[in-house]
C-alpha cells in the first residue's frame, strides 16, 4: 500500500481520513438524544384568516376539541389531529374568553365579567341560547382579566380573577370586590368566595378534584409555582385582602394585619403598595416559609417552578392520564407563555402536605402557551398567544400538538424526599460505575424574597454536600444522603456524571428543582449501606495543574467583560428571561438594545427604571430591577455597550 505524506505537518492523507472517521462514529455514540427525539410538536392547521389568540381548550366527549379566543370567538374543530381539521365557529361576539368547560351537552366559558352557559338548542352546531350564570364587578381596567371555569366533581366552578394594573403595574391593585380571588360558583347563580391573595391567576385548574393554580412573577411572588387553593385560604398577594371584611369572605386576614407584622423594609402606601422601590441588598431576607409563622392562612407552593428556567409567565396545569406520554402517567405537565415551554412536576405528600420535584419537559412551541387539553388519541393540544405579553417563537398565535413516538427517554423519573436526602428513580436503568461516584451529583439550596418589589433573585444560596450514595440492584433508584438539608428551600439536584446503562446516554434534563416543604421521618442509612467513592477531587487537582501550567496573568481581566463572565450574572438576576443575546424574546435582544448607542451609565439607569416609551414595537414593560447590585448592572451593562462595536 502506498502512503502519500503530501500535507506539510506529515499526517498521511489515509491516516487523517481513518482518524475523522473513528471521531464522527465517537460522536454518533457519545451524543445522548434530546426532547425532540422523544416528543414531536405538530402544528394543528387554522383556516386562512382565522386568528387563534387561544385563551381556553376543551375536548368534547365525542374528540372534538373547543376553542375559544381572547377576540371573542368560540370555534369547535373536528378531527383536531388530523392533517385537516376543520373549524366550525360555535359563538362570537363574547368578551376576551380565557377558558372552557363542557357539562351535560352545554358548554360554560369565563368572560372578563361573568360565567356564561352556552347551548345549541336546535342542534345547527352554533349556540343559540346564552345564559348568564353569575357575574362579578368590574373597574374597566384593562388587566382585570378572568380566567376559568374549572369543573368540579359535584358540578359546580370554579373561576379566578386578575388584580387591575394601575399606570405602576408592578403593584397591582383590588379595584372593585374579589379581583386577586377564585370564586367557587353553582349552577344557580349562587357564589362563595373560595381563597384570596393572588395576583395573576391565569394557570387555573383541577387535580384529582383539587383546584391548584399558578401565578405570574412579579410583586410578593419571587417566582411562579404550583399551589393547592384550599377555601379560606391566602395565597401571598395581599391587595386582594382589602375584601377580606366582607360577610362572604372565609378569609379572616386584613391589609392592616399583614402590613402590621410584614417584616419587609419597604415603604408603603395606604393600600399596602411600595411607594419607594429601594435596592434592597442590605434589606433583610424574609421568604414566605417565614412569614407563613405569622400568617397560619398563608398557602406556601407545593412546587417552586424557578423564573427563568421553567417559565416567566406559568399557566396551566394538566395531569397526564394513564397510558399516555410513557412512564410519566401520573405526573403533572405544567404550560408557560413567556418562554414558550412545558416543564413537567413529580408531586407527593409529606406530612399531609404537597412538595415535589420539576423539570424541563419540551421547549420549542411556536408562541406563548396559555392553555392544555389532551386529545382523545393521547397526544396534547396546547393553545398559544402572545398579545399583551411577549414570548418566545415564531408566530404570535395558534395550536400546536404534543406526540409521545412511544420510545422511553433517560429521564429521572421522579424524586422522593428522605430524612437524610432523596431519593431518585430512573426512566432506565443507570450504570452503576458513575451511579455510585459521588462526583455525579450536585445539590445545591436557594429561595426567593417575600416582598412588595417585583420578584426576586434567588437568594440564599447554599451547597449541600452529597455525602453517600446507594443504587438499587436493578440500576433503577439512587438514594442520596445530603448534608444541610433545609426545610422551606427549593433544592437544584444535578446529575450531570449520571449515565444510561444503555448506550451510556447521559439525561435528558440532568437538573431537577424540588420544593422541600417538609422532611419525612424515617430510618437514616448507615455508612456501611452507602458508597462514599468519590472521584471529583482528582478531577478538579487535575484540572487546576492544567489550569496553572497555561494562565499566565490571572490578576489582569479585561474591563469588558465577555459573555461568558456575565451569563451567569444574567441567569441569576432572571436577565435572560426575557432577553436573549442576538435575537428578540419577550423583550428585544441585548444585542437590539446596544444599537441604541447607550453610555454605561444610561443602561444603568434604565436597568433601574426602565423607559418602555424607548421600545413601542414590544408590548410587555420591563419591571425596575431594583433588587440587582450595583457592581453586577455596572458589569451587564459595560457587557450590553460593548455589543454595538463588535
Known amino acids: 500500500m502506498n502512503i502519500y505524506f503530501n500535507y506539510k505537518n506529515g499526517i498521511s492523507c489515509l491516516l487523517m481520513m481513518t482518524f475523522v472517521l473513528m471521531s464522527v462514529i465517537c460522536l454518533a455514540q457519545a451524543e445522548s438524544p434530546k426532547e425532540d427525539d422523544y416528543f414531536k410538536i405538530m402544528k394543528v392547521a387554522a383556516p386562512e384568516g382565522v386568528i387563534l389568540e387561544v385563551g381556553g381548550l376543551c375536548t368534547l366527549p365525542n374528540g372534538d376539541l373547543g376553542v375559544t379566543t381572547r377576540r371573542g370567538d368560540i370555534f369547535i374543530v373536528k378531527n383536531p389531529s388530523s392533517l385537516k381539521p376543520t373549524f366550525q365557529k360555535f359563538a362570537e361576539g363574547l368578551h376576551e374568553v380565557l377558558g372552557l368547560a363542557y357539562k351535560n351537552g352545554s358548554l360554560y366559558c369565563v368572560q372578563r365579567g361573568e360565567l356564561t352557559k352556552m347551548t345549541d338548542t336546535d342542534k345547527d352546531g352554533v349556540a343559540d341560547d346564552f345564559e348568564t350564570i353569575y357575574a362579578w364587578p368590574l373597574s374597566g381596567n384593562y388587566h382585570e382579566y378572568s ?45 362563595e368566595p373560595w381563597a384570596a391573595g393572588m395576583r395573576s ?64 423594609k419597604m415603604i408603603y402606601d395606604s393600600k399596602g403598595n411600595s411607594v419607594k422601590p429601594e435596592n ?197 433508584r439512587a438514594r442520596i444522603v445530603v448534608a444541610n438539608l433545609r426545610k422551606g428551600y427549593i433544592h437544584n439536584i444535578t446529575l450531570n456524571g449520571i449515565r444510561s446503562q444503555e448506550n451510556y446516554y447521559s439525561l435528558v434534563h440532568p437538573t431537577a428543582y424540588y420544593t422541600l416543604n417538609n422532611i419525612p421521618e424515617g430510618k437514616l442509612l448507615s455508612l456501611s449501606e452507602i458508597s462514599t467513592r468519590n472521584s471529583a477531587p482528582a478531577r478538579a487537582q487535575s484540572a487546576g495543574q492544567s489550569k496553572n501550567s497555561s494562565l499566565k496573568n490571572t490578576s489582569s481581566l479585561a474591563k469588558i467583560p465577555t459573555y461568558d463572565q456575565v451569563k451567569g450574572l444574567l441567569a441569576k438576576n432572571t436577565c435572560l428571561a426575557c432577553h436573549n443575546p442576538d435575537k428578540r424574546q419577550v423583550g428585544p435582544s441585548f444585542k437590539e438594545i446596544s444599537g441604541k448607542k447607550y453610555t454605561v451609565d444610561e443602561l444603568v439607569s434604565l436597568i433601574y427604571t426602565p423607559k418602555p416609551e424607548h ?32
Open 147 to 191: 380566567f376559568g371555569p374549572k369543573l368540579a366533581a359535584d358540578g359546580s366552578f370554579f373561576v379566578t380573577l386578575n388584580l387591575g394594573f394601575p399606570p405602576t403595574w408592578w403593584n397591582p391593585e383590588s379595584m372593585v370586590p374579589w379581583r386577586g380571588w377564585a370564586l367557587h360558583i353553582f349552577e344557580d347563580g349562587k357564589v
Open 201 to 264: 391567576p391565569c394557570g387555573i385548574s383541577m387535580i384529582d378534584d383539587q383546584l391548584f393554580y399558578t401565578d405570574n412573577q412579579g410583586d410578593w411572588v419571587g417566582s411562579g409555582s404550583i399551589m393547592p387553593v384550599k377555601k379560606g385560604a391566602f395565597m401571598g398577594h395581599p391587595a386582594s385582602l382589602v375584601w377580606a371584611g366582607l360577610p362572604q369572605s372565609p378569609v379572616k386576614l386584613s391589609t392592616q394585619q399583614f402590613f402590621a407584622k410584614n417584616q419587609t
Open 280 to 476: 434592597d441588598v442590605n434589606e433583610k431576607v424574609v421568604t414566605e416559609f417565614d412569614m407563613k409563622k405569622n400568617f397560619p392562612a398563608l398557602q406556601l407552593p407545593s412546587v417552586w417552578l424557578p423564573h427563568g428556567i421553567l417559565g416567566i409567565s406559568n399557566s396551566e396545569i394538566v395531569k397526564i392520564p394513564s397510558g399516555v406520554f410513557g412512564p410519566f402517567a401520573g405526573q403533572l405537565l405544567v404550560g408557560d407563555q413567556g418562554q414558550s415551554m412545558i416543564s413537567r412536576v413529580f408531586m407527593e405528600k409529606v406530612n399531609g402536605e404537597y412538595q415535589g420535584a420539576a423539570w424541563p419537559f419540551r421547549s420549542g412551541f411556536q408562541s406563548g402557551i396559555v392553555r392544555l387539553a389532551w386529545g382523545t388519541d393521547g397526544s396534547l393540544f396546547a393553545g398559544e398567544t402572545n398579545r399583551g405579553w411577549g414570548s418566545a417563537g415564531e408566530a404570535t398565535e395558534g395550536i400546536q400538538r404534543l406526540v409521545w413516538n412511544n420510545k422511553i427517554p433517560f429521564e429521572m423519573l421522579s424524586i422522593q424526599a428522605m430524612p437524610d436526602g432523596f431519593e431518585i428513580t430512573f426512566t432506565k436503568p443507570v450504570d452503576k460505575k458513575y451511579a455510585l461516584d459521588l462526583a455525579s451529583y450536585s445539590v445545591e439550596s436557594f429561595i426567593y424574597k417575600y416582598h412588595s418589589v417585583y420578584g426576586s433573585p434567588p437568594v440564599n444560596q447554599q451547597k449541600c454536600s452529597v455525602k453517600g450514595v446507594r443504587v438499587s440492584a436493578d440500576g433503577l
Open 615 to 646: 421600545w413601542p414595537d414590544y408590548s410587555t414593560p420591563m419591571p425596575p430591577m431594583t433588587n440587582v447590585p450595583k457592581d453586577e448592572v455596572i458589569k451587564i451593562a459595560t457587557w450590553i455597550k460593548s455589543l454595538n462595536k463588535q
